[in-house]
């Protein structure tokens, strides 16, 4: 290569590290720079001629905190020490000329000349702005993980909140969510809206092994004094931070009364009291701590507390809303059930279990009562629906019932076909199915029961030794069919002497039926538990059998009437019978307290004594 070609290859050299886009600066064997490119003295503040002959481990590798990195630790060093042909590493820093750091990522080899090692090259870059954008991609997803951190735990708020109906319940399922993902403890103090005379619900995070602590009770009594602030405290519309250091130093602070006594005996640092409100009213107020060195709750999961609370608050007034209507439709199912009288000897006990979706209301209805010839009508039924509106169709089909039977003493044949025109033309009621029976018989026996059924289930027969069957007998159309249809159907009149000691049960389709069961397997099922009642229950009450038989079959999904008659021993009651009576028959029914069937019960308290029946539907006072 002659002396022109050398000048050009320098040239280009120069040219290339001069336009590089990285610092390179070279070294000689002792480490002193020989070299730098325009590219290092731009990144590092210095020009060549303030860095040639300078040892560069001393003049520019530092620490992050700008102190000193002893040289047996350099790892740039290591092509001088012999230590390979060079090296790679970005956790490393150059001092400026300004005295700043510059984080670097840099790469060194060996410098041969004339096929000896004389010193090595190393490039650099700045990594700042690489640093820079990695750390802002952390925090992003830092953020978006506590984002959905957040969103998580408002999703599972959420659907707690929309599945239950049980203020204390809901309250501590709620806590569970709540810590320790927001705190290390967390309180829901419940107003007597939602809670009676008004609830304490805690719950603190194991430590060191220990179980969760979770005592509830009353609300703390609080005087006058500490109760108004702590009522404009839950009125507020903000949630309020407090420290256990400020409520110790002020026990005027409007907390105080409720909350120190929380911090002394869980512990913590620092809480934020949530106000329970919706619709302008005020249900509580939830709480959440945390204790030793975890910081304070920041902005912005006060915020999120605070949008918990907003949606507890209108679930608790959604609770108070649900139990304000349950109680108004479960007072006038009251109403409309009915009373049950006591003839003679014969014991009768009813039940109604509302569906489990309905406000309890529905359709379904029982009744008993004495008609105008002294005879002992029975009747369970079931008008379409699960509603108010079902609900008063049941009371207009009901009362035609009772009126036709009391006017005309006819069959039940006579009288069902009666019914059947009467809703037909006087009613917009929809189809209903019903049993319509006369207990028929002498005081002392023997009883018949006379019937005919509109499309219901059968009534069932069980006798004191547990033989069962079901009553087929009298079958015909369901109500409001066959009239308006134009079918001139009819109900036949079926009898069927009732045994002493029997028990007959007349229900409705809920007790035999569900979405998971067939109304064939539900009979089946009745009638094994009743068979097995019977001879368990022998010489208990008619409501021992009721209760017993309900809790065994443990109906659901649709509403449930059951009615029961239990037929006294042969000759109970007659003229020369010594054998004691039968238990009176429990006042306890499902119609509203303080009703009683007409003929049955007067003002002021009289009740009838069925130890003195006379007869037929006949019974004196005490």
């Given at each position: 290569?002659?002396?022109?070609?050398?000048?050009?290859?320098?040239?280009?050299?120069?040219?290339?590290?001069?336009?590089?886009?990285?610092?390179?600066?070279?070294?000689?064997?002792?480490?002193?720079?020989?070299?730098?490119?325009?590219?290092?003295?731009?990144?590092?503040?210095?020009?060549?001629?303030?860095?040639?002959?300078?040892?560069?481990?001393?003049?520019?590798?530092?620490?992050?905190?700008?102190?000193?990195?002893?040289?047996?630790?350099?790892?740039?060093?290591?092509?001088?020490?012999?230590?390979?042909?060079?090296?790679?590493?970005?956790?490393?820093?150059?001092?400026?000329?300004?005295?700043?750091?510059?984080?670097?990522?840099?790469?060194?080899?060996?410098?041969?000349?004339?096929?000896?090692?004389?010193?090595?090259?190393?490039?650099?870059?700045?990594?700042?702005?690489?640093?820079?954008?990695?750390?802002?991609?952390?925090?992003?997803?830092?953020?978006?993980?506590?984002?959905?951190?957040?969103?998580?735990?408002?999703?599972?708020?959420?659907?707690?909140?929309?599945?239950?109906?049980?203020?204390?319940?809901?309250?501590?399922?709620?806590?569970?969510?709540?810590?320790?993902?927001?705190?290390?403890?967390?309180?829901?103090?419940?107003?007597?809206?939602?809670?009676?005379?008004?609830?304490?619900?805690?719950?603190?995070?194991?430590?060191?092994?220990?179980?969760?602590?979770?005592?509830?009770?009353p609300f703390p009594p609080l005087p006058a004094e500490s109760l108004r602030p702590v009522e404009r405290a839950m009125r507020g519309d903000e949630p309020v931070r407090t420290t256990?250091?400020?409520?110790?130093?002020?026990?005027?602070?409007?907390?105080?009364?409720?909350?120190?006594?929380?911090?002394?005996?869980?512990?913590?640092?620092?809480?934020?009291?949530?106000?329970?409100?919706?619709?302008?009213?005020?249900?509580?107020?939830?709480?959440?701590?945390?204790?030793?060195?975890?910081?304070?709750?920041?902005?912005?999961?006060?915020?999120?507390?605070?949008?918990?609370?907003?949606?507890?608050?209108?679930?608790?007034?959604?609770?108070?809303?649900?139990?304000?209507?349950?109680?108004?439709?479960?007072?006038?199912?009251?109403?409309?059930?009915?009373?049950?009288?006591?003839?003679?000897?014969?014991?009768?006990?009813?039940?109604?279990?509302?569906?489990?979706?309905?406000?309890?209301?529905?359709?379904?209805?029982?009744?008993?009562?004495?008609?105008?010839?002294?005879?002992?009508?029975?009747?369970?039924?079931?008008?379409?629906?699960?509603?108010?509106?079902?609900?008063?169709?049941?009371?207009?089909?009901?009362?035609?019932?009772?009126?036709?039977?009391?006017?005309?003493?006819?069959?039940?044949?006579?009288?069902?076909?009666?019914?059947?025109?009467?809703?037909?033309?006087?009613?917009?009621?929809?189809?209903?199915?019903l049993v319509f029976a006369r207990v028929e018989g002498e005081e002392g026996g023997p009883w018949q029961l006379h019937w005919v059924t509109a499309g219901h289930p059968p009534p069932?027969?069980?006798?004191?030794?547990?033989?069962?069957?079901?009553?087929?007998?009298?079958?015909?159309?369901?109500?409001?069919?066959?009239?308006?249809?134009?079918?001139?159907?009819?109900?036949?009149?079926?009898?069927?002497?009732?045994?002493?000691?029997?028990?007959?049960?007349?229900?409705?389709?809920?007790?035999?039926?569900?979405?998971?069961?067939?109304?064939?397997?539900?009979?089946?099922?009745?009638?094994?538990?009743?068979?097995?009642?019977?001879?368990?229950?022998?010489?208990?009450?008619?409501?021992?059998?009721?209760?017993?038989?309900?809790?065994?079959?443990?109906?659901?999904?649709?509403?449930?009437?059951?009615?029961?008659?239990?037929?006294?021993?042969?000759?109970?009651?007659?003229?020369?019978?010594?054998?004691?009576?039968?238990?009176?028959?429990?006042?306890?029914?499902?119609?509203?307290?303080?009703?009683?069937?007409?003929?049955?019960?007067?003002?002021?308290?009289?009740?009838?004594?069925?130890?003195?029946?006379?007869?037929?539907?006949?019974?004196?006072?005490?």
């Amino acid at each position: 290569m002659n002396g022109t070609d050398r000048v050009a290859d320098a040239a280009f050299l120069y040219a290339v590290l001069h336009d590089l886009g990285a610092g390179v600066f070279t070294v000689d064997a002792s480490g002193r720079v020989t070299f730098v490119n325009p590219w290092a003295e731009r990144l590092l503040g210095r020009s060549e001629e303030e860095m040639l002959g300078h040892d560069a481990h001393d003049l520019l590798h530092r620490r992050r905190d700008g102190g000193p990195v002893p040289r047996e630790q350099c790892s740039m060093l290591a092509p001088l020490r012999g230590g390979g042909s060079g090296g790679l590493g970005s956790e490393e820093y150059f001092l400026r000329a300004d005295g700043a750091t510059v984080p670097i990522i840099w790469s060194t080899t060996p410098l041969r000349v004339t096929g000896g090692a004389s010193g090595m090259v190393v490039v650099f870059h700045d990594f700042s702005l690489q640093r820079e954008a990695e750390e802002r991609a952390a925090a992003h997803t830092a953020a978006l993980e506590a984002l959905t951190a957040r969103l998580n735990l408002v999703a599972d708020v959420s659907a707690l909140l929309m599945s239950t109906v049980d203020a204390s319940g809901m309250g501590r399922r709620l806590l569970r969510l709540l810590v320790p993902r927001m705190g290390d403890w967390a309180v829901l103090d419940l107003c007597p809206a939602v809670a009676g005379e008004g609830e304490r619900i805690v719950l603190r995070s194991a430590r060191d092994g220990e179980r969760p602590v979770s005592p509830e009770g009353p609300f703390p009594p609080l005087p006058a004094e500490s109760l108004r602030p702590v009522e404009r405290a839950m009125r507020g519309d903000e949630p309020v931070r407090t420290t256990a250091g400020e409520l110790a130093a002020d026990p005027d602070a409007p907390l105080a009364a409720t909350h120190r006594v929380l911090f002394d005996r869980l512990g913590g640092r620092s809480a934020v009291v949530v106000p329970l409100r919706a619709r302008q009213r005020s249900f509580g107020m939830l709480t959440v701590a945390r204790t030793g060195s975890a910081p304070a709750h920041s902005d912005a999961e006060v915020r999120l507390l605070s949008d918990i609370g907003r949606r507890l608050g209108m679930a608790m007034d959604n609770i108070r809303l649900y139990h304000e209507q349950r109680s108004v439709a479960e007072t006038m199912q009251r109403q409309l059930l009915a009373p049950l009288p006591q003839v003679d000897y014969l014991r009768m006990a009813a039940r109604y279990l509302p569906a489990q979706s309905a406000m309890e209301i529905g359709g379904d209805w029982y009744d008993a009562f004495l008609l105008s010839d002294g005879v002992t009508a029975l009747v369970i039924g079931d008008v379409v629906g699960h509603d108010r509106q079902a609900a008063a169709h049941m009371a207009e089909v009901r009362n035609m019932l009772r009126a036709l039977a009391w006017d005309h003493q006819e069959p039940p044949s006579l009288i069902m076909r009666r019914l059947d025109e009467a809703v037909t033309h006087t009613s917009d009621a929809p189809m209903a199915t019903l049993v319509f029976a006369r207990v028929e018989g002498e005081e002392g026996g023997p009883w018949q029961l006379h019937w005919v059924t509109a499309g219901h289930p059968p009534p069932l027969l069980v006798t004191g030794e547990g033989d069962t069957r079901f009553l087929t007998g009298g079958h015909g159309p369901l109500i409001g069919m066959s009239a308006v249809l134009h079918l001139d159907l009819s109900w036949p009149d079926a009898y069927e002497d009732l045994p002493p000691d029997s028990t007959l049960l007349l229900y409705t389709d809920g007790l035999v039926e569900s979405r998971g069961r067939s109304i064939d397997l539900g009979l089946a099922k009745l009638r094994h538990h009743a068979a097995v009642l019977a001879r368990r229950t022998a010489g208990r009450t008619v409501d021992d059998f009721c209760d017993e038989l309900l809790a065994r079959i443990d109906p659901g999904g649709d509403d449930v009437a059951l009615l029961a008659l239990r037929v006294p021993a042969a000759g109970a009651g007659t003229p020369g019978d010594t054998s004691p009576p039968p238990p009176r028959q429990s006042p306890r029914s499902p119609a509203a307290p303080g009703r009683a069937a007409p003929g049955s019960a007067v003002e002021h308290s009289e009740v009838l004594d069925p130890t003195r029946a006379t007869g037929r539907g006949e019974a004196t006072w005490e």
